[in-house]
């Protein structure tokens, strides 16, 4: 697992930990927690910092950052000696505002005594807080069930502080720093307040010659080159080790990805892609006693249907590249032996639906599956070399692609689907992201999020709606998926179906919307009435 801690308690001083000794993203490696040796300051740091106002950082983003926060607390020490009116924890946030990249954080200004930690704005690495009952304070990037208190989720709205002056009859009381809501910054990117249609009753027709296409891929190329470049290769063997993998369901925003990421790498590099399905009894025994027939546990999984099917779409568009196709299969047996584990990476978050989709990413992460071997039918071994994991998330809360978004526009129009889409938007963070990232960092990989890059947003976000999905738009006049120039595709995240034409993926760009858990079978696996918010037991 890598991860940061620290612990406050009364009348001992702070204890500081991390198990992240090196940066995926960087050349130089250096030892945390990093200490400052001019203040005494300490920096435990888990992410990635791949820009400084928009600038790329050299070096190790670690020392980078820690330099930054002493920098913003010495600032605010010089200009309160000047007269000036300015608050330290303002300093230190308007610092890390500067940032772009995931990560969390624990800083202690060792001139203030000061604890400053907290979450990126858009929360995609894990960060939670537990006070015991001794009066102890923990922040860590997993909980501990050795712990009496009770664990939660550190907000990514902004960060906390936490003073620490004197550690006798110690009661931390936190102050929390709202991100500034101004400028460029991620926590003010918002959908637009005015979703309404141009003055013309019919909404402009989205199709290929609309200047979004093209400026959508330009993006998504910005964001992937940032995730995908300058990966250290682990593996002995260079030229057969693959440096990316993809959670690979053979949707659209995974094969989209994939696609685009053929055009970055050179053709000799190798990617996996990582493709999951369970055994799942309840779904077994309803085929056998509804058909009278065996259906296979893997082969006819949803995900691995569409999975095979957008491999071989890929084989066909980008032959010089080896796409690794990894088949990983999850007996029920196997799923029951890990459960334990995986609530206790969840953990505080605790229903049906939190299992069944962390466990999909839980048995992904690990990259054990089987590959092709050549041979007509013939699979061997083999666990994926990637150190990173390239994922699909963010897509559907961007470009409108749940069912809901579609249920929201018909009751509403726009408005009714702008506020749909906020809400989605807004609880990435404490719903999905720092789930996924104790899940996946289980396995010492790390996930990486082409959809939720800070520049990709400020774009998409204001983006009309109308530019980003066909909801409202005029029937079909040649009713033909096969017209090269107005293909009839379905409404839900319709900007990124035409990219996925456009660049020949044309199978990939009519495939329906389908949940991870419900893909790769991971849901219900006893029972059918159980619901996704029933507490685990």
């Known amino acids: 697992m890598c991860g940061i801690a620290l612990t406050l308690s009364s009348g001992s001083k702070i204890a500081s930990s991390t198990e992240l000794l090196d940066r995926l993203q960087r050349r130089v490696l250096v030892r945390q927690p990093l200490k400052d040796p001019g203040t005494g300051s300490i920096l435990c740091w888990n992410g990635e910092a791949w820009k400084l106002d928009d600038k790329a950082i050299d070096g190790n983003d670690t020392e980078v950052v820690l330099d930054l926060l002493v920098k913003a607390t010495a600032s605010y020490d010089l200009l309160l000696s000047v007269g000036h009116d300015i608050n330290i924890n303002e300093a230190v946030v308007n610092a890390l505002s500067r940032i772009s990249g995931p990560y969390a954080f624990i800083f202690y200004d060792a001139r203030h005594s000061k604890v400053f930690y907290g979450r990126d704005p858009l929360g995609r690495r894990s960060l939670l807080r537990c006070k015991e009952r001794d009066g102890s304070f923990i922040v860590s990037s997993v909980s501990s069930s050795s712990l009496s208190g009770t664990w939660t989720e550190v907000e990514a709205n902004g960060i906390y502080v936490i003073s620490v002056e004197s550690t006798d009859d110690f009661d931390p009381i936190e102050s929390h720093i709202a991100w500034p809501v101004m400028g460029d910054h991620a926590s003010a990117l918002r959908l637009p307040e005015d979703n309404s249609p141009p003055g ?37 063997d260079i030229k057969a080790s693959a440096k990316i993998a993809i959670l690979f369901s053979g949707g659209l925003d995974c094969t989209l990805i994939a696609r685009i990421v053929h055009d970055l790498l050179p053709e000799d590099q190798h990617v996996d892609l990582v493709n999951v399905a369970f055994e799942n009894p309840r779904v077994l025994r309803a085929a056998s006693a509804s058909n009278n027939m065996t259906l296979d546990a893997f082969s006819q999984c949803p995900d691995r249907v569409t999975g095979l099917k957008s491999y071989a779409e890929l084989q066909r568009v980008c032959p010089g590249r080896h796409w690794r196709f990894i088949s990983i299969d999850v007996t029920y047996a196997e799923f029951s032996f890990h459960r334990p584990q995986v609530i206790s990476l969840i953990y505080p978050h605790q229903t049906e639906m939190d299992l069944s989709i962390a466990c999909a990413l839980y048995f992904a992460a690990r990259g054990n599956g089987t590959v092709p071997a050549g041979g007509l039918g013939d699979h061997i071994s083999y666990t994926t070399t990637a150190r990173v994991l390239l994922s699909g998330l963010g897509a559907d809360e961007v470009f409108a692609g749940y069912t809901r978004h579609a249920t929201a526009y018909a009751r509403s129009g726009y408005q009714g689907l702008a506020s749909e889409l906020e809400i989605d938007y807004q609880r990435l963070g404490k719903r999905n992201l720092g789930r996924d990232d104790r899940v996946i960092s289980h396995w010492a990989r790390e996930v990486r999020y082409p959809y939720l890059d800070e520049n990709f947003l400020r774009w998409a976000l204001p983006l009309p709606l109308w530019e980003k999905c066909g909801f409202g738009q005029a029937e079909i006049r040649t009713g033909s998926l096969n017209n090269e120039d107005d293909p009839e595709l379905e409404p839900s995240k319709k900007l990124l179906r035409l990219l996925s034409w456009k660049l020949g993926m044309k199978s990939a760009a009519a495939e ?23 507490i685990l037991s």
């Open 512 to 534: 329906r919307k389908r949940a991870i858990q419900f893909g790769a079978r991971s849901a219900k696996m006893e029972t059918g009435r159980t619901n996704g918010t029933t």
């Open 200 to 236: 013309s009753l019919q909404v402009p027709r989205l199709d290929l010659s609309v200047p979004a296409v093209d400026t959508l891929l330009n993006n998504l190329r910005s964001s992937l080159a940032v995730r995908i470049f300058a990966i250290p290769t682990l593996s002995s």
